[in-house]
């Protein structure tokens, strides 16, 4: 598994931006994808993770209603569209696959839940 995470960039509160995460291998399709995120000074935390089974979909509290992850198992990429963003969401993005499972309804929150990670794209916001 060869994961990379793109799409980083500056943001002003309010805005938007989409990443992606693309891996060469064309493994993702089987796995669930999870986000996780590193602010500065902080402990990486779960962002969101998509389903390997049936694409479902869930989120910490801090951006349900405002971010949105999807796959194109057709093309080996996930994103992670986030809309109005806030400083708070300012940090390192991270995508990781849950290579232990295929084709799951487990979706894990824990960083242990997820075997392969990428190298991560920065996200800033700010006015």
């Known amino acids: 598994v060869q994961l990379q995470a793109s799409g980083g960039g500056e943001a002003q509160p309010g805005g938007s931006l989409r990443l992606s995460c693309e891996d060469s291998?064309?493994?993702?399709?089987?796995?669930?994808v999870g986000w996780f995120r590193q602010a500065p000074g902080k402990e990486r935390e779960w962002v969101s993770c998509?389903?390997?089974?049936?694409?479902?979909?869930y989120y910490a509290d801090s951006v349900r209603g405002r971010f949105t992850a999807s796959r194109d198992n057709d093309n080996h990429v996930a994103y992670l569209h986030m809309n109005s963003l806030t400083p708070e969401d300012t940090g390192v993005y991270y995508c990781?696959?849950?290579?232990?499972?295929?084709?799951?309804?487990?979706?894990?929150?824990?960083?242990?839940?997820?075997?392969?990670w990428g190298q991560g794209t920065l996200v800033t916001v700010s006015s």
């Open positions: 990781a696959l849950d290579t232990s499972r295929w084709y799951s309804d487990f979706c894990g929150t824990s960083q242990r839940d997820f075997s392969a």
């Open positions: 291998s064309k493994n993702l399709d089987y796995h669930a």
């Open positions: 998509i389903r390997s089974s049936d694409s479902s979909t």
